[in-house]
């Protein structure tokens, strides 16, 4: 059966931003090269940026989250476009309307663009899929499937601190196996052609075959973050001690949070980043978040420069 | 009553080995003949099936009828119209109905609204324990009067392997089959795709093959220990295969079906996130199916079934995890069959065999071959025609498979039942 691609027009530009898997290093780099140019924006004190003029924004969460919708919301307003929030979590959903009823109904209002966050892997697809094609999608995290513009944010953190990508050791270290934002980066990263990208995690948070993703992996600190340039953290749920993936926060802090010490063993300059929300003290000590090699704040500062070239590239008024 | 000649048909009986252009008579519901004409045969009806083939009518082990409960989802009238449309002229019917084929009172009632269709002979498969619940045996002699050939749990096996015991201790009692389908609950969870590089990607839950090898081999265990008679049902890994083949020539008796959708597909065709390759079990790797079609050739795996599920429409139109399971089949169950065959070179006598009498003898019942005073139950069909599979071109209200779009070889001409036409095109 053919299928279309699903975040590509026919021109091989970008019509949907779904997932960072499958996209061309090309695209990836326009987006860091058109964030790059809103970033004095963002640190300006700003007048907006009309590009956006007219356009309905859509931001359709079916999963809490403040930090990633206000994100996007800030990116959206700054490109001067009308910014609708929907939590839906607590409407429509939970009166049994199904999703592609919901975005239906919200296409019907002149949608131009929907950021969706749901808890199922594949939701964005499936919006993607059946809205209108003048529609565009943007996935802010879809169960533990893909977070792309996360991704996309911490490559633009990267090369900003490490330049070449090329030449890199970069180690994701955390939850592997239920998130969507590992994935989303380690796709990024080998298309942008990081030479070494490990994972570092105990058994019961990698998925089975994760080498398929072109990583390494590597189950000891010590061992994986030797000659490390970027350490990238993940969030570890409070539930996964329920699923009998791990017996305590504090064995797994013990074990794979990220210390000073544990810091040492990686190379000197090492940058350390984490997506958010942190839990101090279980994946990583306050003395490393805060600390000289941190470059958290930042990662959340080029967040809205990063998810404005998306926005724009995808809807752009052109110019 | 219609007397008919079946004429310069390509004939295919694969219980007898017959593969040769033959005629074939039919008077009084019965075969009255095949090859000469009975002496005083007086024709009411000729078809020439020249260019055709000719078989016995098939034997689908996994059709859902959806009744009672599911009329939202298919009826007995959609279905067996969609059965034979595909040749299908006996069928097993899972217990998964609502409520389920537990009391004798239901299964009378699903075989009286389906005699009174007469389209294909419908072979119930009683729930094994009460409400499908797992605590308690089903009067499974009465439901066998009532006309339940073998018992089942059909979504997976019993949480309690000592039920489990007791109800195959019961079952051989009467010499009833079971049939299970070996998946271990607490290994699946919510669990939706194999546990490899395509649900890796997606980031779906995935389902590992222990899942499946832990089920048979506990089943494997309680079969030899009981000496029931046991069919495995919807066979997906080569692991899970292998200790099946192992478990045949130590002399247990175990039969086991894989279904159409394992047959050709693997994990690969979830693509991004396709809700018709949401199966059960989940599509596994090509090497998997791969060696499910090497084990249909050595004769580990007995029969292929359609393992027909309609679904309706809006339930697959959700996020992969939370789209229902299944796919319709029943109308590809020949087609996909063939389909094989022709992959593999492999003779149609050879591959028909799985869909008629081969599957019939994991069923128990007398079909799925041609004999003299036998029923005449006929499928007649161009090998060569393909057709595009569409949601409008089936018949079954189920309108989901992750065929759609293909063009597939097979197309039934005649479905004769009893001596009479179901279906004719």
Known sequence: MINRHPQLDSHGALQHLLTTEGLPASILLHILDTAESFVGVTERDVKKIPLLRGKSIFNLFFEPSTRTRTTFEIAAKRLSADVINLNIAVSAQSKGETLLDTVNNLSAMNADMFIVRHAQSGAAHLIAKHVRSDIHVINAGDGSHAHPTQALLDMFTIRRFKQDFRALRVAIIGDILHSRVARSQIHALTTLGVPEVRVIAPKTLLPRMVERLGVHVYHDMAKGLRDVDVLMMLRLQNERMKGAYLPSAEEYFKYYGLTPEKLMLARHDAIVMHPGPMNRGVEIDSAVADGKQSVILPQVTFGIAVRMAVMSILAGNQA | ?425
């Open chain 2, 1 to 425: 009553m219609v007397r008919i000649h079946i004429k310069n048909g390509r004939l295919i009986d694969p219980a007898h080995g017959v593969d040769a252009i033959q005629d074939i008579f039919i008077a009084k519901g019965k075969i009255a003949g095949i090859g000469a004409m009975p002496e005083g045969f007086q024709v009411s009806r000729v078809i020439d099936a020249h260019g055709l083939i000719v078989c016995p009518g098939l034997v689908d082990l996994s059709v859902r009828l959806r009744e009672p409960g599911f009329e939202y989802k298919a009826t007995l009238e959609s279905e067996m119209a969609a059965a034979v449309a595909g040749g299908v002229t006996s069928l097993a019917c899972p217990p998964d109905t609502d409520p389920p084929l537990d009391e004798p009172g239901l299964v009378e009632m699903l075989k009286h609204r389906a005699r009174n269709l007469n389209l294909a002979h419908v072979y119930p498969i009683g729930a094994l324990t009460q409400g499908l619940k797992g605590e308690r045996l089903t009067e499974m002699a009465e439901l066998n009067d009532a006309g339940c050939v073998v018992f089942g749990q059909p979504d997976s096996m019993l949480v309690d392997l000592k039920v489990l015991m007791q109800a195959m201790h019961y079952a051989s009692t009467f010499e009833f089959g079971v049939w299970l389908r070996p998946q271990e609950r607490s290994l699946t969870g919510s669990g939706v795709a194999h546990d490899a590089e395509v649900a890796i990607r997606l980031g779906l839950p995935t389902i590992p093959v222990c899942a499946e090898t832990i089920a048979i081999a506990n089943i494997l265990l309680l079969a030899k220990e009981t000496g029931v008679k046991v069919h495995l049902c919807r066979i997906s890994s080569a692991e899970g295969l292998t200790m099946i083949r192992a478990a045949k020539q130590q002399g247990i008796p175990v039969t086991c079906d894989i279904s159409i959708n394992h047959l050709h597909l693997s994990d690969m065709d979830i693509g991004f996130f396709d809700s018709n390759c949401h199966l059960m079990p989940p599509l596994r790797s090509s090497g998997d199916r791969d060696a499910l079609r090497a084990g249909l050739l050595d004769g580990a795996i007995d029969a292929i079934c359609s393992d027909h599920t309609p679904v309706d429409e809006d339930a697959k139109l959700l996020p992969f995890g939370q789209s229902e399971v299944g796919a319709t089949g029943v109308e590809l169950l020949l087609p996909l069959t063939l389909k094989w065959a022709k992959d593999t070179r492999l003779p149609l006598l050879r591959a028909l065999a799985k869909i008629t009498s081969e599957s019939a003898k994991v069923l128990g019942v007398d079909a799925g071959h041609l004999a003299v005073g036998n029923a005449a139950d006929l499928c007649i069909f161009d090998p060569d025609c393909y057709w595009k599979v569409t949601a409008s071109g089936l018949l079954s209200q189920g309108k989901n498979t992750p065929f759609l779009g293909m063009e597939l070889p097979g197309k039934i001409r005649y479905t004769v039942l009893n001596g009479q036409m179901v279906y004719e095109q």
